[in-house]
């Protein structure tokens, strides 16, 4: 038979397809014991556990899948009102988080010079005798007083605000709700009364127009607000986002407003002054809830867009279209505290503004806006006076 290009393909074809068989039919029982060993994980017996995920301090409820002792799959628990059955990117690379390699799984003691990067892995006893002795050597020497403990998070009160009083010391602090969401709960305290509270209290499955600025819900936050923005917007929700980047929020915003760094305030006073000008403000709010606001509206009557527009980089259209928008929609039209909110200085001064803003639009405590929160009743367990009050904070 000629060799022709046809002939030659079937042949090809033909001599794959027996190669193919060959192992198959030379299969053993050895080697069908190694593909039983091979068997995925959702073919084996599973466990279920039902925890909390402990990445970051939001602690959604998750639901653990593990197989033969080792966990295979973390997925949102369905029925915890943070995670609602998802949870984000963090938390659904717990299970790498949980089998690196680098993990720090107990304590380490330094053997080298500071900075030598040199450390023995030590048993928790010898961990806490050591740091015990420690700090009883410097109290000892310097004084209780001379110690200062820093936390964060979950867990935190007790070395922040109890250990220590015991210990002798004043100084418990969390500098990183210092430089997080310390300003929002100050200014909120000042202005409303009320700190906010670690669970931003938004109403977000009634409001109309959520107004964020440098919130970038979906790159830096937690799962349930990203949840409430994506069905907040699903539901027809007006959405103006003021930041410099494209952020992947601001790609979703009806109305993007790409501010010059550390201006913020001035666009607030802009907003505050179209609101009063236009007469877009909830006039019967603002008389029976507030103080001082023909002082505020003397004070925002030269602070025009035009005015604005100089400093923040934005047109006056920009400024007076986003304050046109989120007056119509109130008083479901809310400013979203946010967190990270330390950023140039004047942070406190810029919540204020905010949380004034929420004031004229009628939107602080009622539905659609910022929601009055009250935690259970639990009666305080009798101690010796706290030297120093723990802060707000997550
Ligand atoms: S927000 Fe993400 S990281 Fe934080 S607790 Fe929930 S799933 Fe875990």
Redesign the pocket.
């Known amino acids: 038979m000629p060799l022709t290009r046809r002939n030659f393909l079937r042949g090809a074809g033909a001599l794959s397809v027996g190669a193919a068989l060959l192992p198959t039919l030379r299969t053993s029982n050895a080697t069908l014991r190694k593909m039983a060993a091979k068997t995925p994980w959702y073919r084996k017996p599973t466990r279920t556990t039902y925890t909390?995920?402990?990445?970051?301090?939001?602690?959604?409820g998750?639901v653990v899948t593990s197989a033969e002792g080792r966990v295979v799959k973390i997925d949102?628990n369905p029925r915890d009102p943070?995670?609602r059955g998802m949870?984000?990117?963090?938390?659904?690379g717990?299970v790498s988080f949980l089998y690196d390699p680098d993990r720090l799984k107990q304590p380490m003691i330094r053997v080298g010079e500071r900075g030598e990067g040199k450390f023995k892995a030590v048993s928790w006893d010898e961990a806490l005798d050591y740091t015990a002795q420690k700090l009883a050597k410097i109290r000892d020497t310097d004084g209780p007083e001379s110690v200062a403990f820093l936390g964060h998070t979950n867990g935190d009160s007790w070395f922040v605000d109890v250990f220590p009083q015991s210990f002798g010391s004043p100084n418990g602090a969390k500098p990183s709700t210092s430089l997080c969401t310390s300003p929002r709960e100050e200014a909120s305290l000042i202005t409303y009364g009320l700190a906010v509270g670690n669970h931003e209290p938004v109403d977000w499955d009634k409001a109309r127009c959520l107004t964020l600025i440098g919130t970038h819900i979906g790159e830096d936050a937690?799962?349930?607000p990203m949840q409430d923005l994506a069905n907040a917007r699903a539901r027809g929700a007006k959405l103006i986002v003021v930041d410099p980047r494209f952020s992947s929020v601001a790609m979703k915003a009806d109305l993007w407003l790409p501010i010059k760094p550390g201006t913020d305030t001035a666009l607030l006073l802009a907003w505050a002054n179209v609101l009063i000008t236009e007469k877009l403000y909830d006039r019967e709010y603002v008389e029976a809830w507030t103080h001082g606001f023909d002082e505020l509206a003397k004070h925002v009557a030269d602070k025009t867009p035009e005015w604005a527009a100089k400093i923040t980089d934005l047109t006056p259209d920009q400024i007076r279209e986003s304050a046109r928008l989120m007056g119509r929609q109130r008083p479901q039209s809310v400013i979203v505290p946010g967190r990270h909110v330390v950023w140039y200085g004047n942070d406190t001064q810029r919540m204020r503004a905010i949380y004034i803003i929420n004031a004229l639009l009628g939107a602080y405590g009622r539905e659609g806006g910022i929601y009055l929160t009250k935690g259970p009743y639990l009666e305080e367990y009798p101690h010796p006076p706290y030297a120093v009050v723990g802060g707000a904070g997550g």
């Not at 909390?52 to 959604?60: M, Q, S, Y």
């Not at 949870?87 to 659904?92: D, E, F, I, S, V």
């Open positions: 909390v995920c402990d990445i970051c301090p939001w602690r959604c998750v949102g943070k995670s949870l984000c990117a963090r938390g659904q717990g937690r799962n349930t």
